[in-house]
């Protein structure tokens, strides 16, 4: 007799939702996994609630914008879920060791050990890596699917270089710990986990379990400032600019003149003005001991 029931969603559009699953789902089953397949769709929340009841845990297979779907079921319901990297950055993944290898990532749910992990909130939306206001919300709002699955990581270079040269700074109020500063930035990026954006860095020593919210926000006056700041922002210690602010917090709020999109695990959520607060320990998520 199997001795749990997994629903498994995978979302064959992402960009290595071509390759077979069957693998990995095998193993899955020779473990005594029972699984049951669905498609991944614009309701996936929705589809775990209908059916949370009946299983004992969910296996998502996707890039972070399917975990993303599926964040408000997995708090709500509190199942454990495991991933199956099927995206072009798989972030969230990265950050908790999850192999891009489907039968290691299969086998790290056999394993069976679990990892409570927090999420970052904003304007009532879930978020696993990060929520940002700027450059990398027009990033995300100009990158598409087809673009994803056809250049990966490299079309995320490719865009934003061409998005780079025509960014300008904007004004917002930041309010945290007590304190408003009002500043002119380019970005500002409110992390959860340590990864994000194919591989940037939000901090150095962030993790998807430690309370907190990294912040850090991008004042520079010139675009090609940005290509100084490249290095340090994928090793996660460009806190030691002198022209970025780089903070933590539980909670802040972000206001700006105008309405300003906000990018959450690489989709368009909400607008500003942005409430974001931290929800320590919200779901857990089947992943290899921490070392």
Known sequence: MPKSRALIFANRRARRGGQSLRAAIERLNGAGIETIERDVS???SDDIRAEAKDVDMVILGGGDGTLNGAAAALQETQLPFGVLPLGTANDFARTIGVPRDLARAAQIIIDGHRRPVDLGEVNGHFFFNVASIGFSAALARQLTAEAKRRWGTLGYALAAFNLLRQSRPFTVEIDHDGTIERVKTVQISVGNG?????????????APDDGRLDVYSLEIDHW?????????LRRGTHGNWRKVRAFSATDLVIRTKRPHDINADGEIVSETPATFRIRAKAVTVFAPPKT
């Open 194 to 206: 340590r990864f994000y954006g194919g591989g940037m860095t939000v901090e150095k020593d962030a």
């Open 42 to 44: 614009r309701s996936l």
């Open 224 to 232: 090609w400032e940005l290509l100084a700041l490249a290095p340090s």
